[in-house]
């Protein structure tokens, strides 16, 4: 049975490609309303393929999938209508200006001019590009270029929206802005799905993920609950001369629930960071450099996977 | 439904066209003044007398100016075809952002089928004012050149669309130019009657599909139409067309789904 609230759900939901590549592999998902749904997982997970799907632009290979209660085998134009998307690269049409661009996209929609015309205005407002609304897009940067694309893919006042890697290529304070953006259309009640193999945007903004990796779902839940279940509190990384990493051999035993072994760095996971360092110093191991962190959803990934996930 | 959709896109390119509508009109106008001053009248000076009989007994520029309207509605459906839309699928991926909202394939299609209509009504009819100010034109009928010429760009449009959807290079673009395109343009009676080739050849001739746009718009222009042959040039272009944008439609489906 379908929840009611669920916006999407998905049972056993497989995407094979004609070279009989298996992207997405019976994969199970429920999106619920109101909510940010995060995909997290490394290039080639999966991730782009089942948003892909979500948004009737890929046929679904098997299983089952609904889509605002409806079935993207039949009913792709009617889900469109009520969807917002955010692709991977931006596609603006480069031979409009912003203005246009939005207008045109409207007419796509069958939106009425007048309502288009108000829509218009207010998303370039939103996106904080009013000044730029007579302008070409193509000198616009890339985080005007996404701002665009997102007030692009609420001109039909969507139900749900997705977007895919909606901040890869940026620079930090355009990842800020388009986050807060974000979180703004969130807090008016908007349902999103956001692919991303940034844990810090998966953290900032979704409320349930589900990480994946080589076409599987491996965990799901909230990102504290991820935490919480697949890593410890706290995280000491360690990094050491060549010489005595080669020589260390089992003198940090003991000292972790677990201990990962990066190409540059040890990670030691337990409950307390400082404590641990403290006992490293006691077992004189000369230290090149220390950290104590709390666990992230990076640490998960690792764990699950044994894989970081922007490599 | 489809055609209202449909209309949509070709109210994008419309959009995009309004800026540059002038200058395209004016190139509309000095290509054809150019080539029947060039071709007609320096060439066709060359031509005595007993020559023209071979040209139904008109002067060659008369007997060129409506050939050259069906290979120009070839040429601008060619353009029109291949570089724009493969920029609409590869390069600015115009399509997978129209195909995000309910557009389909199909209403992409027969919307840019209708742009490719309205260019060369256009640009038709702006060749056939240069026909008549250069006194070639013979008869009302002309006017109906007009639609034919549409149909000749969008049949060719809609097979070309089809190819371009399969297309990951512009590689294949210049093989169509040079080994499809260029030879209709030289051998399809636009620039000599196909009765000065070999019987073998002629026949080949009436296979192609620019022949029958050329001879229904020269019949049309100079009021020698060969009324019983016209249903089967028209029938010709006509399934040219459809079956074309039914191959497209699915070319591009695929291409897009991929």
């Known amino acids: 049975m379908t929840d009611q609230t669920s916006l999407v759900h998905a049972r056993g939901l497989t995407k094979r490609y004609a070279n009989g590549f298996t992207a997405v592999d019976a994969v199970d998902f429920d999106v619920r309303s109101g909510k940010a749904f995060g995909f997290l997982g490394p290039n080639g997970a999966g991730k782009t393929s089942t948003m892909r799907m979500i948004a009737c632009s890929s046929p679904v290979t098997e299983g089952e999938l609904t889509v605002i209660g409806m079935d993207p085998r039949t009913q792709g134009r009617q889900i469109k209508a009520r969807l917002g998307v955010v692709p991977q690269n931006d596609n603006l049409d480069t031979e409009l200006t912003v203005r246009e661009n939005l207008e045109m996209y409207a007419r796509y929609f069958d939106i009425p001019r007048a309502v288009a015309n108000k829509r218009t205005d207010e998303l370039l407002e939103f996106v904080q590009l009013a000044e730029r609304a007579r302008d070409q897009v193509e000198p616009l940067s890339g985080g005007m270029k996404r701002r665009l694309t997102i007030a692009r893919a609420l001109i039909n006042e969507p139900d749900l929206v997705i977007l895919d890697e909606p901040t890869t290529g940026l620079d930090p304070q355009a990842r800020h802005l388009l986050w807060e953006r974000l979180y703004q259309l969130k807090r008016r009640g908007a349902t999103l799905i956001i692919t991303t193999h940034y844990m810090d945007e998966a953290e900032q903004l979704c409320d349930h993920l589900v990480v994946m990796d080589k076409a599987k779902i491996v965990a799901e839940g909230s990102p504290r609950q991820l935490i919480d279940q697949h890593a410890t509190k706290e995280v000491l990384e360690l990094r050491f001369t060549d010489a005595v990493r080669d020589s260390l051999d089992g003198r940090l035993d003991g000292l972790a629930d677990r201990i990962e072994t990066l190409p540059d760095r040890l990670l030691l996971y337990t409950a307390d960071g400082e404590g641990a360092l403290e006992q490293v110093h006691q077992r004189d191991i000369p230290v090149e450099s220390a950290l104590v962190r709390r666990s992230s959803l990076e640490d998960v990934f690792l764990r699950l996977t044994g894989r970081s996930l922007v490599e | ?258």
């Open chain 2, 1 to 258: 439904m489809t055609v209202l959709a449909s209309g949509r896109v070709w109210q994008r390119n419309f959009l995009v066209y309004k800026r540059l509508w002038h200058r395209s009109i004016a190139f509309g106008f000095l290509q054809p003044v150019l080539f029947l001053t060039a071709m007609g009248i320096g060439v066709g000076a060359l031509m005595s007398n007993q020559d023209l009989a071979a040209f139904g007994g008109v002067p060659y520029i008369d007997w060129l100016g409506p050939g050259l309207l069906s290979a120009m509605s070839m040429q601008t459906a060619t353009f029109e075809s291949t570089y724009p839309i493969m920029n609409k699928i590869m390069w600015g991926r115009n399509y997978e952002a129209m195909l995000s909202t309910p557009l389909t394939t199909r209403n992409l299609i027969v919307g840019e089928l209708f742009w490719v209509a309205f260019r060369i009504g256009t640009l038709a009819s702006v060749f056939l004012v240069v026909l008549a100010l250069f006194g070639i034109v013979r008869s009302p009928l002309a006017l109906l050149a007009v639609p034919v010429a549409v149909l000749v760009g969008t049949a060719f449009s809609a097979c070309l669309v089809a190819f371009t959807a399969t297309q990951r290079n512009d590689v294949g673009f210049s093989a169509i130019f040079r080994f499809v395109i260029n030879p209709l343009f030289l051998f399809s009676g636009t620039f000599f009657p196909l009765s000065n080739l070999p019987d073998e050849a002629r026949w080949v001739a009436w296979l192609t599909p620019l022949f029958h746009g050329v001879e229904l718009i020269r019949g049309l222009v100079l009021d020698s139409l060969d009324w019983a042959a016209a249903p089967i040039h028209l029938g010709y272009l006509l399934a040219m067309l459809v079956t074309g944008a039914l191959i497209a439609d699915r070319t591009l489906r695929r291409r897009m789904a991929g």
